[in-house]
């Protein structure tokens, strides 16, 4: 029993200057300094959010599913205008096609980095309703 308490006084007076020497502050004048990074960053705004899209013969508004969503990526570029736009989810073939056509004439206020119009990646949810 007196070894263990021994040892273990022991490697308690060790561990002391380590903890010491780890907590001294490096003042190196060579050090980079880290450079900020800009926080003016805003996200592209629709500018016009109807949507209209007009059903084919045989279509009535009964036929869209309660709670109907397309979701979108794309990209806003410096004008305002989208492009690339991809379906990530899904409602069909012909309600996606309509969505993207849709959006496709949708015009956005450009997001911006420090007040300089930039191209965004977005992701847009479209709620159709009757």
Known sequence: ???ILATSI???????????KASTPVNDATA????????????????NSTLS??????????????GAQVGLVLTVDQN???KD?????????FWDACVVDAVNHFHFRPGTIDNQPIPIDMN???????
């Open 80 to 82: 305002g205008n989208p």
């Open 10 to 20: 022991l490697l308690s007076s060790l561990t002391l200057p380590a903890a010491a």
């Open 124 to 130: 847009l949810t479209v709620n159709i309703a009757r």
């Open 1 to 3: 029993m007196r070894r």
């Open 53 to 66: 899209i007009s059903l084919p013969a045989g279509f009535a508004s009964s036929d869209i599913p309660p």
């Open 85 to 93: 736009i991809h379906v990530t989810k899904s409602l069909g073939p």
């Open 32 to 47: 980079p300094t880290p450079t900020r990074v800009s926080t003016g960053v805003t996200q592209p705004v629709i500018l």
